[in-house]
């Protein structure tokens, strides 16, 4: 029997402690981990659904246990929550059942038998109470997505909307799950013109072709009422957008690195180029695993989009390869470039290039001096120039390159940490 559990705790050797426990007592178990310190509170449409139960700590970040405890527990259908107390009192756990946790355990000594039985008593549980759905519209009106009526899903809530599509939460009426839909705001293209929409199928069905831990699924695919739709996978825990603004230490920078480039190496060898990697397409799958969404979606509608002279920044140009950014021809090494770019805001927390308008930062990457790393980062320039050199032949030449480099920066950067460098 498997378990789908997430650990949410600022510490991370604990998380990773309480993994290795789950992991001996279960066979194959979905393991995720969640740093409150970093990301603050679950969004508050984050309902856990997708795990059956929770383990959290009592100190997770600067608000109160008890505090998210309460939240956590109030939320429709959210799992059991296996509470974990540093100073274990009758007290403290009287308080913590009374917030609503399923059981409590010692955190400074885990017994793995009390906690191995405590998750399989709230699989118990999820199993005989049926959770609640999410709160989900049931009239006619919930399967309409802007102006197209998609049956078969039910909108939970808008994500977000740009000149291409429209994104929203929506429950899946065959799985019951949570899925991402994405709705083209154009109906598919007719005649002998543009081949957006047949670029757009045919590289949907290749990525929904792709399995890989690294590579957000897709779940399905169709028109309704003249607008394509996609639906995906959905990630509770968000983008790597806050994790680059929170910042991170190299060793983290370089996981990150090394498993867009094996997300990369996967989709370049399926033919596909994504065209539009930037940290907003790079979602949490938890929080030391990424996984890429958006692959080759539609290169020239966005890149129109970003240059309508309004002077808003869409930010694709921020990571724009300069063949990219001058409708030049690109290949792998374009994509190389972006996840370079990538690299060193995460390592940076700020981007490389910035200007008023979106021709001035594409300018500046095809004309502007390569950025320079700080003395204690200096060891990481010569990977960084390989992936975001000006001319595509002085960069790596494919994704596995990359790969096997950022895995040898990342065993030396482990030994860095453990020496105290």
């Given at each position: 029997?498997?378990?789908?559990?997430?650990?949410?705790?600022?510490?991370?050797?604990?998380?990773?402690?309480?993994?290795?426990?789950?992991?001996?007592?279960?066979?194959?178990?979905?393991?995720?981990?969640?740093?409150?310190?970093?990301?603050?509170?679950?969004?508050?449409?984050?309902?856990?659904?997708?795990?059956?139960?929770?383990?959290?700590?009592?100190?997770?970040?600067?608000?109160?246990?008890?505090?998210?405890?309460?939240?956590?527990?109030?939320?429709?259908?959210?799992?059991?929550?296996?509470?974990?107390?540093?100073?274990?009192?009758?007290?403290?756990?009287?308080?913590?059942?009374?917030?609503?946790?399923?059981?409590?355990?010692?955190?400074?000594?885990?017994?793995?038998?009390?906690?191995?039985?405590?998750?399989?008593?709230?699989?118990?549980?999820?199993?005989?109470?049926?959770?609640?759905?999410?709160?989900?519209?049931?009239?006619?009106?919930?399967?309409?997505?802007?102006?197209?009526?998609?049956?078969?899903?039910?909108?939970?809530?808008?994500?977000?909307?740009?000149?291409?599509?429209?994104?929203?939460?929506?429950?899946?009426?065959?799985?019951?799950?949570?899925?991402?839909?994405?709705?083209?705001?154009?109906?598919?293209?007719?005649?002998?013109?543009?081949?957006?929409?047949?670029?757009?199928?045919?590289?949907?069905?290749?990525?929904?072709?792709?399995?890989?831990?690294?590579?957000?699924?897709?779940?399905?695919?169709?028109?309704?009422?003249?607008?394509?739709?996609?639906?995906?996978?959905?990630?509770?825990?968000?983008?790597?957008?806050?994790?680059?603004?929170?910042?991170?230490?190299?060793?983290?920078?370089?996981?990150?690195?090394?498993q867009m480039a094996e997300a990369?190496?996967?989709?370049?060898?399926?033919?596909?180029?994504?065209r539009d990697l930037k940290p907003?397409?790079?979602?949490?799958?938890?929080?030391?695993?990424?996984?890429?969404?958006?692959?080759?979606?539609?290169?020239?509608?966005?890149?129109?989009?970003?240059?309508?002279?309004?002077?808003?920044?869409?930010?694709?140009?921020?990571?724009?390869?300069?063949?990219?950014?001058?409708?030049?021809?690109?290949?792998?090494?374009?994509?190389?470039?972006?996840?370079?770019?990538?690299?060193?805001?995460?390592?940076?927390?700020?981007?490389?290039?910035?200007?008023?308008?979106?021709?001035?930062?594409?300018?500046?990457?095809?004309?502007?001096?390569?950025?320079?790393?700080?003395?204690?980062?200096?060891?990481?320039?010569?990977?960084?120039?390989?992936?975001?050199?000006?001319?595509?032949?002085?960069?790596?030449?494919?994704?596995?390159?990359?790969?096997?480099?950022?895995?040898?920066f990342e065993r030396d950067e482990?030994?860095?940490?453990?020496?105290?460098?």
């Open positions: 029997m498997t378990a789908r559990v997430l650990i949410i705790d600022e510490q991370g050797v604990y998380r990773h402690l309480m993994a290795q426990h789950v992991a001996t007592g279960f066979d194959s178990p979905s393991i995720a981990e969640y740093d409150p310190g970093v990301r603050g509170m679950l969004p508050a449409d984050f309902s856990g659904t997708a795990y059956d139960a929770v383990l959290l700590g009592d100190a997770p970040g600067e608000v109160d246990g008890l505090v998210w405890l309460r939240d956590l527990t109030r939320r429709n259908g959210f799992p059991p929550v296996i509470y974990f107390l540093s100073m274990p009192t009758a007290e403290a756990e009287e308080a913590a059942l009374a917030a609503g946790a399923h059981s409590c355990l010692a955190k400074n000594r885990i017994d793995h038998a009390r906690l191995i039985a405590a998750l399989r008593g709230a699989q118990s549980r999820r199993g005989l109470v049926q959770p609640p759905t999410p709160r989900v519209d049931d009239s006619p009106r919930a399967t309409r997505f802007g102006n197209a009526t998609i049956r078969g899903y039910r909108l939970v809530s808008q994500i977000a909307e740009n000149p291409v599509s429209s994104v929203y939460l929506a429950h899946s009426e065959r799985t019951g799950e949570q899925v991402v839909l994405k709705v083209l705001r154009q109906p598919p293209d007719s005649g002998s013109g543009d081949k957006t929409f047949d670029r757009f199928l045919r590289e949907y069905q290749i990525g929904a072709g792709i399995h890989h831990p690294n590579v957000a699924r897709v779940h399905d695919f169709g028109v309704s009422d003249e607008n394509a739709f996609i639906a995906m996978e959905y990630f509770p825990l968000g983008d790597l957008r806050a994790r680059v603004k929170g910042g991170m230490k190299p060793l983290q920078a370089l996981i990150f690195l090394r990369l190496k996967v989709l370049h060898a399926a033919g596909v180029l994504h907003g397409n790079v979602m949490l799958r938890d929080e030391n695993s990424v996984a890429l969404i958006d692959y080759g979606l539609s290169k020239q509608i966005e890149l129109d989009a970003a240059n309508t002279g309004s002077g808003e920044i869409f930010g694709t140009p921020y990571y724009m390869s300069p063949e990219q950014g001058h409708g030049r021809v690109t290949d792998e090494r374009s994509d190389i470039y972006s996840l370079g770019i990538i690299f060193y805001e995460m390592l940076m927390r700020r981007k490389p290039y910035v200007a008023g308008t979106p021709m001035q930062v594409i300018y500046k990457h095809a004309h502007s001096p390569l950025p320079e790393l700080p003395a204690a980062l200096k060891h990481l320039e010569g990977m960084l120039y390989n992936c975001i050199a000006k001319e595509p032949a002085r960069r790596y030449a494919n994704a596995e390159q990359l790969v096997n480099v950022a895995g040898e482990i030994e860095r940490e453990s020496a105290g460098r």
